[in-house]
């Protein structure tokens, strides 16, 4: 099946700090990927929908200039969490349609000390 | 999307199929059902989905009832393996490719295959 990769699979980081969130598409071209963020114990919950060659589109509730999103080919999108913060610490998920089925990454667990 | 309602929490011994239902009463003539799992720290993988025939693939099948307000999702012989949260979703079918929709993920339900 198709498959959908991310790095880093954890990272620490310091309050105040960036960190950025790989997404890549292994085996297809996606011109949309979807970025998720799922607290403990919660469901995943969409942050953005990221869109090949133009902005991304961001839910109510999240911050576009703290969540910088870049879709600049059809297999890479990434996620920068800027001036990084306890609150944002969570598990990121990122997912792609090769076709009729929406493929997940693995995830990548963000701690913020 | 029409919601979804499903148990939270479901019990059911390795070797025996595991049936978990999900009511969808809102759901509209193009919306499929669609049906995710999630083991723990993990993304979540596609299982299966429908449109309102049965369905039937190598991880599980899917039984829609005629007026598609409810289906269950079956895995004919759970292994301890199969723990996970399982999510049902009900959403528009995918016309274009390298596009799709967002997935909206509700409570799920935690499923728990017990030696």
């Known amino acids: 099946g198709a498959v959908v990769s991310q790095h880093p699979s954890r990272v620490i980081c310091k309050s105040g700090t960036s960190v950025k969130i790989e997404c890549r598409s292994l085996?297809?071209?996606?011109?949309?990927m979807f970025w998720y963020r799922q607290f403990p114990k919660q469901s995943l919950m969409l942050m953005a929908t990221s869109n090949e060659g133009s902005k991304a589109t961001y839910e109510q509730g999240v911050e576009k200039d703290k969540f910088l999103i870049n879709h600049a080919s059809l297999t890479l999108s990434t996620l920068t969490v800027t001036s990084a913060h306890p609150e944002d610490s969570s598990f990121y998920i990122c997912s792609a349609t090769p076709l009729y089925e929406q493929y997940f990454g693995p995830g990548t667990r963000l701690t913020v000390t | 999307d029409a919601k979804t309602t499903q148990p939270p929490s479901m019990d059911c011994a390795e070797g025996r199929a595991a049936n978990l239902p999900c009511n969808h009463s809102t759901i509209s003539g193009n919306e499929y059902v669609y049906w995710y799992r999630q083991i723990h720290s993990q993304g979540p993988q596609y299982i299966i989905h429908?449109?309102?025939n049965n369905e039937t693939n190598e991880m599980a099948s899917l039984i829609i009832t005629e007026d598609r307000k409810s289906s269950t999702l079956i895995l004919p012989h759970a292994t301890l393996r199969d723990t996970a949260v399982y999510y049902c979703?009900?959403?528009?079918?995918?016309?274009?490719?390298?596009?799709?929709?967002?997935?909206?993920f509700g409570k799920g339900t935690s499923l728990l295959v017990t030696p």
């Open positions: 085996d297809f071209q996606a011109t949309t």
């Open positions: 429908g449109l309102k």
């Open positions: 979703i009900v959403r528009v079918g995918v016309t274009n490719s390298n596009s799709g929709y967002a997935l909206n």
